[in-house]
């Protein structure tokens, strides 16, 4: 079965300083993998997401991700985090073989201080 | 404007009564599901439905029913068999399959027992 690991509850960062949210997976074969991030009682949205070719991947917000397949890693970054940015981060995995239902993380809630 | 709704936003059930969770989006999407959130535990899959009337069970599904009769519309109920309702309810939608399976989310409905 399919899992997708969050290690951190919570990662705190300042303001302008470089952010990463980590995802580590377990599934075999070449899963689809994304980001969602949920701000207070919302639904969540969709961030980026990797299928397959280029292992750095952009998305919204200036967000990117690194797909790296011998870690079984798929970690979030920001070159420069806003306080706008504090939010709860979800990573999912889709096997992409057999079943095609996202299993998500637990969520990383992310907060950048002024 | 395309989307997914949900339906009403906070719900308040009192001991012994089932109550029901509307879900409608306009995406054309084949596959709904019904994800239960609790803090710290991040999201459960309840239900989900790759095609009109049919639909499966996901990890967390007893003391919920699903029907799945229109494309569009997905709702949830939860019945006095559920023992600990009190959560936070998340709709989504996506492509069965393909690369375009990033699912979209409704703002949720909050449930609290009474």
């Known amino acids: 079965a399919q899992s997708v690991a969050q290690p951190e509850d919570q990662v705190n960062v300042a303001e302008g300083n470089p952010l990463t949210v980590k995802c580590t997976y377990s599934v075999s074969g070449n899963p689809y993998l994304f980001w969602y991030v949920q701000y207070p009682n919302r639904g969540l949205q969709f961030l980026l997401k990797?299928?397959?070719?280029?292992?750095l991947v952009k998305g919204s917000y200036g967000f990117e991700a690194e797909f790296n397949k011998s870690q079984t890693s798929f970690h979030l970054k920001k070159p420069s985090a806003l306080v706008s940015d504090s939010a709860l981060y979800f990573c999912a995995v889709i096997p992409n073989r057999g079943s095609y239902i996202p299993t998500f993380g637990r969520g990383t809630s992310l907060i950048v201080h002024p | 404007d395309g989307g997914i709704t949900q339906s009403p936003k906070y719900l308040f059930r009192k001991e012994g009564q089932n109550v029901t969770l509307s879900c409608e989006q306009n995406?054309?999407?084949?596959?709904m599901y019904w994800y239960r959130q609790d803090p710290g535990q991040g999201l459960r899959l309840i239900y989900y439905?790759?095609?009109?009337?049919?639909?499966q069970k996901g990890d967390i599904a007893e003391g919920y029913s699903v029907s799945r009769e229109k494309k569009e519309s997905f709702p949830l109920t939860v019945t006095s068999a559920q023992k600990n309702p009190t959560a936070f309810y998340l709709c989504a939608s996506s492509i069965w399959q393909g690369m375009n399976t990033e699912a979209f989310f409704g703002q949720g409905t909050r449930l609290t027992v009474v």
């Open positions: 439905s790759q095609i009109v009337n049919d639909f």
């Open positions: 995406l054309n999407h084949d596959a």
């Open positions: 990797y299928i397959t070719g280029d292992n």
